[in-house]
C-alpha cells in the first residue's frame, strides 16, 4: 500500500514524503538551485520527519533528490546573506540544526542516496543518515569557510565522527571536496554504485532493514548512536523506561495510582509467557 504526504508545490521548491509498505521516501525537489534549501522546504522536511517518527509501519527511510546535477547544495546562499545576523541565528542555524538531529534521531534507519555532488549543508543532511550511498561520479564536500562562514547544520561534528578529526580539518579547511573512491575508503559512504542505480541500491539495502525486526532494529540503532556518543542520556532513559515499562511492577504502578491506594512491587516481568514457551520448547 503507497501513501504520499505532499504539501503544494512551490516556486522556491518542495520537500515530498512517499510511504510504500515500510519504506518511507524523502524527495528533495528543487533541481534548477541544486536542490538547496528554502524556509519553506526545511518546514516541509519537519512536517515529514514528524509523520515518519509517528508512524508504526515505516521500518527505513530514503533521502533522495531530484536531477542529475546535485543531491543538494545546502542551503540557499542568496536566501539566508540577505538576513540579518540575528534572524540567520535564529532561522537557519538553529532551525535546521534542530532539523538535522530530528533526521538523525529517527527510530527508523535512515539512507542518503547521494546521487550527485553534495555541498555544505547537502552533505550535513545526508551526514544525518544512518547510511550512505553514492554515485560513482559524484563529490562531496563542506565548502563554507569559502564563503566566509562555517557548517552550521551539524558538519562539524558528524565528519569528525565519521571520518575521523584530521580528514574532518582537512575537508573543511581547505573546502575539499571527495570524491567517491576516497569517500568510500574514508568510511564517509558505505556504498558506491553507478549513477543511475543508486536509488535502487538505497531500496535494496532499505528492504533488507525492513525485513528485520522492527523493535530490536530500532534499539540497536538507538545503542550504537549512544555508544558513539549520540545522546547518552536519551538512550539510557530510553531503554530503561522500555524494560520497567515490561515488568509486573509497573502494571502494579499504574493500577494502585489509579485506584489511590498504595503500590505492592513485587521485582517481577509481566507477561513473562514468550519466555516460559522458550524454556518448555
Known amino acids: 500500500m503507497s501513501q504520499t504526504s505532499n504539501i503544494d508545490g512551490r516556486p522556491d521548491g518542495e520537500v515530498t514524503l512517499t510511504i510504500d509498505g515500510y519504506v518511507a521516501t524523502i524527495h528533495i525537489a528543487r533541481p534548477e538551485k541544486l536542490n538547496s534549501f528554502t524556509i519553506p522546504m526545511i518546514e516541509q522536511l519537519e512536517s515529514h520527519l514528524s509523520v515518519i517518527d509517528d508512524s508504526e509501519d515505516v521500518r527505513a527511510v530514503i533521502v533522495t533528490s531530484a536531477g542529475d546535477r546535485a543531491f543538494s547544495a545546502g542551503a540557499d546562499i ?29 527510530r527508523q534507519p535512515s539512507i542518503a542516496a547521494i546521487d550527485g555532488n553534495a555541498f555544505g549543508g547537502g552533505l550535513e543532511l545526508a551526514l544525518a543518515c544512518d ?11 563542506l565548502s563554507e569557510l569559502g564563503i ?30 571527495v570524491d567517491a573512491s576516497t569517500a568510500l575508503d574514508w568510511g564517509l559512504v558505505t556504498d558506491v554504485t553507478e549513477r543511475g542505480d543508486v536509488v535502487a541500491k538505497a531500496q535494496e539495502i532499505a528492504a533488507q532493514i525492513a525485513s528485520r525486526a522492527p523493535i530490536a532494529l530500532q534499539m540497536t540503532k538507538q545503542i550504537i548512536d549512544g555508544q558513539s556518543g549520540q545522546g547518552v542520556r536519551l538512550t539510557l532513559e530510553a531503554l530503561g523506561s522500555a524494560a520497567s515499562s515490561a515488568t509486573d511492577d509497573f502494571v502494579e504502578g ?28
Open 78 to 106: 542568496k536566501a539566508f546573506s540577505q538576513l540579518s545576523a540575528t534572524r540567520m541565528w535564529s532561522t537557519w542555524i538553529r532551525r535546521g540544526h534542530a532539523l538535522f538531529d530530528k533526521l538523525a534521531g529517527l
Open 131 to 141: 547510511i550512505r550511498v553514492m554515485a560513482v561520479d559524484a563529490k562531496v564536500g
Open 148 to 177: 566566509g562562514t562555517l557548517p552550521g547544520w551539524g558538519g562539524t561534528d558528524r565528519l569528525a565522527r565519521t571520518v575521523g578529526v584530521a580528514r574532518a580539518k582537512r575537508m573543511i579547511f581547505t573546502s575539499l571536496m
Open 254 to 281: 499504574v493500577s494502585a495510582f489509579r485506584g489511590k491506594r498504595t503500590p505492592q512491587f513485587t521485582g517481577s516481568f509481566d507477561d513473562p509467557g514468550p519466555r516460559r514457551v522458550l524454556h518448555e520448547s
